[in-house]
């Protein structure tokens, strides 16, 4: 059975300086180590999907936070060095990556021994899409270094999550 990574947000919106959620220095960081990431042997035997944050104008679900990655704006694109590298862009407007996408029947379609999650907002994107692979009976992994959030108290808050309570694999 083949791996499946999940890559999410490395769009333009974290990892372009003019996106509305940019990390600064974690954005750039992340960014080179995934370029890496993505020219391993891991990576060649697995199959990528990028889960791309996006939001119709006037989503309120998101009302603590400053709209962000909406439809037709910069920060929806993905950047050049990663579109290679994805078999399917998978968009998704709620935290979890399997909420009103095609995500859950590719797996069923690739019955895959493991899934690593990849990418940004350890404490949302990558803690809710994690637990819903582990409601799944899928086998989860992070590799740490490839994941990050707006500070290092979320980062360490999901990393701890993930760990103790949803029994996924942190790798560094």
């Given at each position: 059975?083949?791996?499946v990574i999940?890559?999410?947000?490395?769009?333009?919106?974290?990892?372009d300086p003019k996106g509305?959620?940019?990390?600064?220095?974690?954005?750039?960081?992340?960014k080179v180590r995934l370029k890496s990431f993505f020219n391993t042997p891991l990576c060649s035997n697995s199959i990528i999907y990028l889960i791309r944050e996006i939001h119709e104008q006037g989503d309120d679900f998101y009302q603590a936070q400053k709209a962000?990655?909406?439809v037709g704006s910069l920060d929806i694109e993905i950047p050049e060095i990663f579109k290679p590298h994805f078999k399917l862009i998978i968009n998704s407007s709620r935290y979890s990556s399997f909420?009103?996408?095609p995500l859950e029947s590719e797996l069923h379609k690739i019955k895959p021994d493991k899934v690593t999650l990849v990418g940004f907002e350890t404490h949302t994107?990558?803690?809710?899409?994690?637990e819903e692979l582990?409601?799944?009976g899928y086998n989860v992994s992070i590799f740490e270094p490839l994941v990050t959030s707006e500070d290092d108290y979320l980062h360490a808050a999901g990393i701890t999550l993930l760990r103790n309570f949803l029994g996924v694999t942190i790798e560094d």
């Open positions: 059975m083949p791996s999940l890559a999410c947000g490395l769009q333009k919106a974290f990892l509305s959620k940019y990390l600064g220095e974690r954005s750039e960081t992340l962000h990655s909406l909420h009103q996408t994107s990558i803690l809710f899409t994690a582990r409601n799944r």
